[in-house]
């Protein structure tokens, strides 16, 4: 089983900044695409910005220039710096990740998602 422990989320003023920390911890043997995605009220949950299967990284068209996505392979984590946050960005962040996870009867697949953590942009 594969855990992801999602950190940093709150209340910032519209302008400000947060930084969001996801760690993966588990039997990994691998991971192939790691990042985050965030869900509004009543909205579909939507990607943010990952690192995909390729290596490369994805960004959403709303993020851009404002969000970056980093990772430390050697720890399994990876962060998002949010900056010039709008009220627009309010909603519930999700980590996800997918790989390979050793298991007691072998090698799987997983995909598997954190419990989310909230970030609210209000003055």
């Known amino acids: 089983q594969v855990q992801l422990v999602e950190s940093g989320g709150g209340l910032v003023q519209p302008g400000g900044s947060l930084r969001l920390s996801c760690a993966a911890s588990?039997?990994?043997?691998?991971?192939?695409?790691m990042g985050w995605y965030r869900q509004a009220p009543g909205k579909q949950r939507e990607l943010v910005a990952v690192?995909?299967?390729?290596?490369?990284?994805d960004y959403a068209d709303s993020v851009k220039g404002r969000v970056t996505i980093s990772r430390d392979n050697a720890k399994n984590t990876v962060t998002l710096q949010m900056n010039i946050l709008k009220p627009e960005d309010t909603a519930v962040y999700y980590c996800?990740?997918?790989?390979?996870?050793?298991?007691?009867?072998?090698?799987?697949?997983?995909?598997?998602w954190g419990q989310g953590t909230q970030v609210t942009v209000s003055s």
């Open positions: 996800n990740a997918q790989g390979v996870e050793l298991t007691p009867t072998g090698r799987r697949r997983f995909d598997y």
């Open positions: 690192f995909t299967s390729g290596g490369s990284t």
């Open positions: 588990g039997s990994i043997l691998s991971i192939n695409a």
